[in-house]
């Protein structure tokens, strides 16, 4: 897909079951774990301190996963992000998970951007300068 932004991710012990599978609640911390080196990559961050508007942060309102193929410990996998929709004040994600380049499972993230007062959050429009970074993943670009 163009425009994505990828890692590759070796799947550890502790995050499979019994039977050596990644257990399927470890997809949505890799999710996490992508999202947040994709910021990284944008020179930005989750929670991003300092901007004119305040501590903007990005709590996720919705997320799905459809799992295809089971992913084993050892394995290495590429996950990939792109942007799937931009809102007003709302980012979706798709992110795909490959082994050897074969699809294992999709996953959905939407986060809200808000601004962060005293431990509260309003929701707040996407800043310019954040909505122009974003927009550079986006999908259908």
Known sequence: MPNEFT???????AETDLAGVLHF???YR???ELEHAF???????VVARGMKEGTISWPRVATSCEYKEPAR????????????????????YEVTFRR???????????????IMHHGHFERA?????????????LASA
């Open 7 to 13: 890692i590759e991710r070796r799947v550890q012990f």
């Open 25 to 27: 609640s470890n997809y």
């Open 30 to 32: 890799m999710m996490e």
């Open 39 to 45: 910021w990284r990559s944008l020179g930005e961050s």
């Open 73 to 92: 410990f050892e394995e290495v996998l590429e996950l990939a992000l792109a942007v799937a929709k931009i809102g007003n004040r709302s980012v979706t």
């Open 100 to 114: 050897d380049g074969r699809t294992i499972a999709i996953g959905s993230m939407t986060a809200v951007c808000t």
């Open 125 to 137: 429009a996407i800043p310019d300068s954040i909505r122009a970074k974003l927009e550079s993943h």
